[in-house]
């Protein structure tokens, strides 16, 4: 059996964060392992409170889990503060987990949540892009994390390529923008690159207002099929096709935003 790591915050809803990453691991056949950075009070309708974990007990919960049981890929969601962010990168590097080493690691840059809270303390960003930016396998972020992170406003397909190049250059080995706000592209391209080769990676656009946990499902598709041992480009077919699936087979939950489904990968039909 294999293993994924997700290190990230729990979304009281179960439609992002770690309870999306958990269902997708499980729903691609990998044993979910967990780092818990913050317990979020969340709903359809946005985050209304939460408490960060202390960084040490998240740095330790990665040690333990890599010590005994192993990690074949990992990846990050929210990571709360500047302060966990440290801590994870120094837990990683002794993990072995990481760009240099040899288990891969997804870092996707959740800076907020769709309901436009911010996931991040002040310092967040600078010491996510310092810390786990050359530390990543690939990066995935979505357009709104890579105006953030680069200052770039991304409205076309040419703007996603000259990002991602810029991107890469902040040190991930692999960038994977994704396509999904997009606006007025009928199709919804995610892009990958890694430094030298383009690929588009292309899928329908659905019409759905309920997208909650999509990024977190593309993001541990990708680590799972990583955790299984698929070289990079093909991994990140295998998460796009998935997470195109859980997309169509979103379903409405709340008064709001109703999260993606990964069950479609365990439904008869
Ligand atoms: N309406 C949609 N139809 C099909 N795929 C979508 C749709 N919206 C998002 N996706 C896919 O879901 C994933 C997450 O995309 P995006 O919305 O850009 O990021 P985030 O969820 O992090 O904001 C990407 O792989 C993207 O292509
Ligand atoms: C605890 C927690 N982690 C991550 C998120 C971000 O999820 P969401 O708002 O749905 O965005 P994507 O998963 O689509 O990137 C969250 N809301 N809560």
Same mark, same amino acid.
């Given at each position: 059996m294999k293993t994924a790591l997700t290190i990230a915050g729990s979304d009281s809803g179960g439609a992002a964060g770690l309870q999306a990453d958990l269902r997708t691991f499980l729903t691609c056949g990998v044993h979910g392992l967990v780092a818990v950075t913050a317990v979020t009070v969340q709903n359809t309708l946005g985050v209304h409170d939460r408490a960060d974990l202390p960084p040490h007990i998240v740095a330790g919960q990665i040690e333990a889990v890599a010590a005994d049981m192993g990690v074949n890929a990992a990846k990050t969601g929210m990571l709360a503060s500047a302060e966990i962010i440290r801590a994870v990168a120094e837990a990683c590097d002794k993990a072995g987990? $990481?760009? /240099?080493?040899k288990t891969p690691f997804v870092v996707d840059p959740v800076a907020a949540s769709m309901h436009g809270t911010p996931l991040f303390d002040d310092d967040g960003l600078a010491a996510l892009r310092d810390e786990l930016l050359p530390r990543a396998t690939v990066l995935t972020p979505n357009l709104d994390e890579v105006r953030l992170l680069t200052g770039m406003e991304v409205t076309t397909r040419d703007q996603m390529h000259q990002a991602a190049f810029v991107l890469q250059r902040l040190g991930p080995r692999y960038v994977l923008v994704k396509g $999904?706000?997009?606006? $007025? /592209?009928p199709e919804c391209m995610d892009l990958l690159f890694d430094g030298s080769t383009f690929v588009e990676l292309e899928g329908p656009r659905f019409d759905t207002p309920h997208t909650h946990g999509a990024g977190d499902t593309m993001a541990s598709a990708l680590t799972a099929g990583l955790s299984r041992g698929m070289p990079v480009v093909e991994a990140a077919r295998f998460a796009k096709a998935f997470v195109s699936k859980a997309v169509e087979n979103a379903y409405p939950m709340g008064e709001k935003v109703g999260p993606v489904s990964a069950f479609w990968r365990l439904a008869p039909e």
């Amino acid at each position: 059996m294999k293993t994924a790591l997700t290190i990230a915050g729990s979304d009281s809803g179960g439609a992002a964060g770690l309870q999306a990453d958990l269902r997708t691991f499980l729903t691609c056949g990998v044993h979910g392992l967990v780092a818990v950075t913050a317990v979020t009070v969340q709903n359809t309708l946005g985050v209304h409170d939460r408490a960060d974990l202390p960084p040490h007990i998240v740095a330790g919960q990665i040690e333990a889990v890599a010590a005994d049981m192993g990690v074949n890929a990992a990846k990050t969601g929210m990571l709360a503060s500047a302060e966990i962010i440290r801590a994870v990168a120094e837990a990683c590097d002794k993990a072995g987990i $990481g760009r /240099d080493f040899k288990t891969p690691f997804v870092v996707d840059p959740v800076a907020a949540s769709m309901h436009g809270t911010p996931l991040f303390d002040d310092d967040g960003l600078a010491a996510l892009r310092d810390e786990l930016l050359p530390r990543a396998t690939v990066l995935t972020p979505n357009l709104d994390e890579v105006r953030l992170l680069t200052g770039m406003e991304v409205t076309t397909r040419d703007q996603m390529h000259q990002a991602a190049f810029v991107l890469q250059r902040l040190g991930p080995r692999y960038v994977l923008v994704k396509g $999904g706000h997009l606006k $007025g /592209d009928p199709e919804c391209m995610d892009l990958l690159f890694d430094g030298s080769t383009f690929v588009e990676l292309e899928g329908p656009r659905f019409d759905t207002p309920h997208t909650h946990g999509a990024g977190d499902t593309m993001a541990s598709a990708l680590t799972a099929g990583l955790s299984r041992g698929m070289p990079v480009v093909e991994a990140a077919r295998f998460a796009k096709a998935f997470v195109s699936k859980a997309v169509e087979n979103a379903y409405p939950m709340g008064e709001k935003v109703g999260p993606v489904s990964a069950f479609w990968r365990l439904a008869p039909e």
